[in-house]
């Protein structure tokens, strides 16, 4: 069986979020199992000549297509003849469909050459909820209903955003995210408890919340630390000026956007790693927390949250200030049972997120699609 996987944007620093990463590590355990895989990505800016992908993805220099329109304009001008010019060696494709020209115009073009499609939208996908969202739509929602055959859906919430879209039920297939964990650092907290924020900076990831919790854990224990890393994308201003006023800059450490072997690095060493978000499907830092044994606090409007908390794998919160900084003060109270439920975390990531549990999934949806194919 030969793959294209097409992973959307691929850099620079950590703008591109966790779907590349998935792209990534699932071409990585598909090519570990013997199968020929394909992996297209882009860049948002000039493409570095030294780039370390450049060995594992084809890499295309990426814009945007008009000032303002942010990730949903992106679109790289090499992507129609890359994806014509691979297809013709593949025999299914799977585009991390990220509603932005770029994956929809891989979309279009392989539907013309007649390549069966497997789409993964990592929850990007389901009724537009704002003005920009509903005319992209009005352009795009007919290619995405008419070219792809199979759907993976990461969670019960997906599944149901995606029907309500229009996709049929019986499309879909469940999956779920994965990271290696080949070349991860052991865990190692030492030193002064630290807590940290690794997310992009932006309203749904709610740094600010981390940040105010942190100041309420300092009320009563003040040799805490308190580190936030990952690109700013609306929030960091807001974070610095809360930091600033609160008398405490001495116990908050913001690093900006960190390389993976930084941010894993980070996350081992921590007392814990602390995502108060909303609207979250699968966030890819849970998963690698868990894959580390790092011990997590994460919010009831998270995907992953039904798994973690009846495995007793995660404190589980409401996304608010005062439940966030009781969950942080009940992990400095009793360390050893934090420590153990990261240990669970790590039981729970080999049987749900290793890339072993995922790729039979894979090949399974991509035969599928093959074949409903070829009889059509």
């Known amino acids: ?24 590590g699932q071409t990585r355990a598909l090519r570990e199992l013997g199968y020929s895989v394909e992996l297209v990505g882009s860049w948002l800016g000039r493409v570095p000549d030294a780039e370390q992908l450049h060995a594992e993805a084809v890499l295309l220099h990426a814009r945007t297509l008009f000032p303002g329109a942010g ?7 090499g992507v129609r003849a890359t994806i014509e010019g691979l297809a013709a060696d593949v025999d299914v494709a799977h585009v991390h469909l990220s509603r932005d020209y770029l994956t929809t115009t891989a979309v279009r073009t392989l539907n013309r050459l007649g390549v069966p499609i497997v789409a993964q939208c990592h929850g990007m996908i389901g009724p537009p909820r704002s003005l ?8 795009n929602r007919d290619a995405y209903l008419d070219s792809i055959g199979s759907w993976l859906t990461l969670t019960d919430v997906e599944r149901s955003e995606l029907a309500d879209y229009g996709v049929a039920r019986s499309t879909m297939q469940h999956v779920t995210n994965s990271v290696s964990a080949d070349g991860l650092p052991t865990r190692n907290p030492q030193g002064m408890p630290t807590f940290v924020f690794v997310s992009r900076l932006e309203q749904r990831k709610q740094p600010e919340v981390f940040v105010r919790a942190g100041l309420e854990v300092l009320r009563g224990q003040p040799n805490v630390r308190f580190v936030i890393a990952g690109p700013d994308q609306g929030s960091l201003r807001a974070v610095e000026r809360l930091i600033a006023e609160s008398g405490h800059e001495q116990a908050f450490d913001i690093r900006g956007a ?6 894993m690095a980070l996350l081992a060493s921590s007392s814990a790693m602390v995502l108060p978000s909303v609207g979250e499907i699968a966030p890819m830092v849970v998963i690698e927390g868990a894959a580390l044994g790092t011990p997590m606090i994460i919010t009831e409007d998270c995907g992953l949250e039904g798994t973690l908390r009846a495995t007793d794998s995660a404190l589980v919160v409401k996304p608010v200030v005062a439940d966030v900084a009781e969950a942080m003060m009940t992990i400095l109270a009793d360390v050893a049972s934090a420590e153990a439920m990261g240990a669970r975390a790590r039981i729970l990531y080999e049987s749900e997120w290793s890339p072993a549990a995922t790729t039979d999934v894979l090949i399974d949806t991509y035969a599928t699609a093959i074949a409903e194919a070829r009889a059509r």
Do not use: C, E, N
């Open 71 to 77: 990730l949903r304009g992106l679109y790289s001008p």
């Open 132 to 139: 920009s969202t509903r005319m992209f739509d009005k352009l």
């Open 1 to 24: 069986m030969r793959i294209l996987q097409v992973g959307g944007l691929a850099g620079p620093d950590a703008v591109s979020g966790g779907v590349w990463t998935v792209a990534l």
């Open 258 to 263: 960190l390389q993976r072997d930084d941010v």
